[in-house]
């Protein structure tokens, strides 16, 4: 193998460790024993792998910011994401710059205007719900500055993605009301011109066509999934002539709104009504009753997306072929499904 060709990847694939823990052997970090270094250098020097300018100038001190743009930082799923991020990023000698679009394609704009002004050496984003125009992501990869998205995804921009499998976890969830007894259940999204919300939404049809259910288009609304709007669309749902027997939220937030609906106004409450969300947010274990819902381990994305931004950043030659990593999320079911049939 030709040293110019050599990368992060091969290094960690070779020794069975992690593109971060073998960019801080290279760069002698503390936090890396002794053993693991020796291994580490000793391949190095064999294969005549050489890092790059770019890895230069971190230990210099220089462009040694990671940017990390998301919707929303109270959101925990997104919080958990950053906190991971940011632990990886500083063992490898990176800081972290944190921006919120929230869910504002303009917001996000000038996040990407500030982080690149800042000079940051990559960035990692999960897209705004109100974002239809990419532009200012492929200005991005045409400044050759390492990009990575997580969650919410643009999929006509070339670049690594690591993603949770909506569709599997809305098919599961919806699945699960059904075989509780439910045959009319609705559905809160989000915009459908953002992957998740659209995969959500077929994850739920899909599973209603399986078992032969009729699938009610004003069962189906899409707004911003705040609690207060879940709150306004689960009163526009009892309003219908014809009313559902459950939810299912593609947002945890949602569907406590709705719960919160259903107490206030004195309303059929779970199980006769079931409710389930998606996300596993902490709250949806500690209300009443508990909030049947979708793990999608936060924790593990933001453990690929950094590995994967620092691989990037310190590679000799930028990859060409990009990859997208699918988390395969799981079922949680709480007091707010226990239908008895």
């Known amino acids: 193998m030709k040293s110019n060709q050599i990368t992060l990847h091969d290094l960690a694939e070779k020794l069975n460790l992690s593109p971060s823990t073998i960019s801080r052997a290279l760069s002698n970090h503390p936090g890396i024993g002794d053993t693991t270094k020796k291994r580490v250098l000793a391949l190095a020097k064999k294969w005549n792998f050489e890092i790059n300018s770019v890895a230069k100038s971190l230990r210099e001190g220089k462009v040694n910011s990671i940017g990390v743009i998301v919707p929303k930082i109270n959101r925990h799923f997104f919080s958990s994401i950053i906190g991971t991020i940011e632990m990886i990023a500083k063992q490898s000698g990176f800081h972290v710059i944190i921006c919120q679009n929230n869910d504002f394609q303009e917001i996000e704009k000038e996040n990407i205007k500030a982080l690149i002004a800042s000079k940051v050496a990559g960035i990692c984003a999960s897209i705004a719900m109100e974002t239809t125009d990419y532009s200012h992501f492929q200005n991005v990869i045409d ?34 009301l059904i075989k509780s007894g439910y045959k009319k259940i609705a559905h809160f999204g989000g915009s459908t011109k953002i992957n ?3 995969n959500r939404l077929n994850g739920y049809l899909d599973a209603l066509k399986l078992h032969g259910l009729p699938i009610h288009e004003d069962f189906i609304i899409h707004f911003d999934l705040t609690t207060e709007s879940g709150s306004k669309y689960m009163e526009k749902l009892f309003s219908l002539k014809e009313r559902p027997d459950s939810l299912f939220s593609a947002s945890d937030y949602a569907a406590i709104g709705g719960l919160n609906f259903l107490k206030e106004n004195n309303l059929p409450l779970p199980p006769e009504f079931g409710l389930a969300g998606f996300s596993n947010e ?17 924790e593990e994305i933001g453990k690929m997306v950094a590995e994967t931004i620092i691989s990037e950043i310190l590679m000799k030659e930028k990859t060409m072929v990009f990859k997208t990593t699918m988390i395969t999320p799981k079922l949680i079911v709480r007091d707010s499904t226990k239908k008895q049939v």
């Open 282 to 298: 902490p709250f949806a274990s500690f209300i009443t009753p508990s909030l049947t819902t979708v793990e999608q381990y936060p």
């Open 196 to 198: 998740v919300y659209q």
């Open 143 to 176: 400044r050759s500055i390492p990009l990575v998205f997580f969650d919410r995804v643009c999929n006509t921009i070339d670049t690594h993605k690591i993603i949770v499998d909506d569709y599997s976890g809305a098919f599961k969830i919806t699945e699960h």
